[in-house]
Antibody, heavy 119, light 107 residues
Framework: QVQLQESGPRLVKPSETLSLTCTVSGGSIGIYSLTWIRQLPGKGLEYIGY???????RYNPSLKSRVTISADTSKNQFSLNLRSVTAADTAIYYC?????????????WGQGTMVTVSS | DIQMTQSPSSVSASVGDRVTITCRASQGVSTWLAWYQQKSGKAPNLLIYAVSTLQSGVPSRFSGSGSGTEFSLTISSLQPEDSAIYYCQQGNGFPYTFGQGTKVEIK
């Protein structure tokens, strides 16, 4: 059973880069995509982007200028980098598995990691 | 972006009641519609994908229906463990988007 686990700093200063890692255990993402989604405090869910081994990365246009998602195959890890953060980027960040054959649904989620942007 | 609008924003019902949540898309999303349940302090959990297909392990009291721009999630007989926030999500237009959520409470 594939499991996902986010890790990284919980506190980031404004204007710096938020960097998170998603570690995949119990298998691999394989033909599916690894997606990052965030949940702003008390609000809904926002799609950040995905990494696919066959198609590469793709990002939400609203964040595209600041975000990079990459993969380290040897470690079975995926990374999220979000540059020039502000308080508006304070959120719970989730990595998920995106199943295109489910009509693009997210069937496996990490537990999420809360990141606060503050000086 | 495709906007997803859920109604109601919250509902309070008794154990055994039938509860229906509606999700409307700003444009057609074909059958690329999923529903998630999020309990307090936990990650969302996939309940239904492709409008009406129940994810493995999800109780059969949950069902989904709809097409085009109008969709619904129904809990046929509400149970105490169903207290949560429910989100719809479209996977047809990029970026994929979620509804704002519907909070289901037990009376």
């Amino acid at each position: 059973q594939v499991q996902l686990q986010e890790s990284g700093p919980r506190l980031v200063k404004p204007s710096e880069t938020l960097s998170l890692t998603c570690t995949v255990s119990g298998g691999s993402i394989g033909i599916y995509s690894l997606t990052w989604i965030r949940q702003l405090p008390g609000k809904g869910l926002e799609y950040i982007g995905y990494f696919s081994y066959s198609r590469g990365p793709r990002y939400n246009p609203s964040l595209k200028s600041r975000v990079t998602i990459s993969a380290d195959t040897s470690k079975n890890q995926f990374s999220l980098n979000l540059r020039s953060v502000t308080a508006a980027d304070t959120a719970i960040y989730y990595c998920t598995r995106e199943r295109y054959n489910y009509g693009t649904a997210f069937d496996i989620w990490g537990q999420g990691t809360m990141v606060t942007v503050s000086s | 972006d495709i906007q997803m609008t859920q109604s109601p924003s919250s509902v309070s019902a008794s154990v055994g009641d039938r509860v229906t949540i509606t999700c409307r898309a700003s444009q057609g999303v074909s059958t690329w519609l999923a529903w998630y349940q999020q309990k307090s302090g936990k990650a969302p959990n996939l309940l239904i994908y492709a409008v009406s297909t129940l994810q493995s392990g999800v109780p059969s009291r949950f069902s989904g229906s709809g097409s085009g721009t109008e969709f619904s999630l129904t809990i046929s007989s509400l149970q105490p463990e169903d207290s949560a926030i429910y989100y719809c999500q479209q996977g047809n237009g990029f970026p994929y988007t979620f509804g704002q959520g519907t909070k289901v409470e037990i009376k």
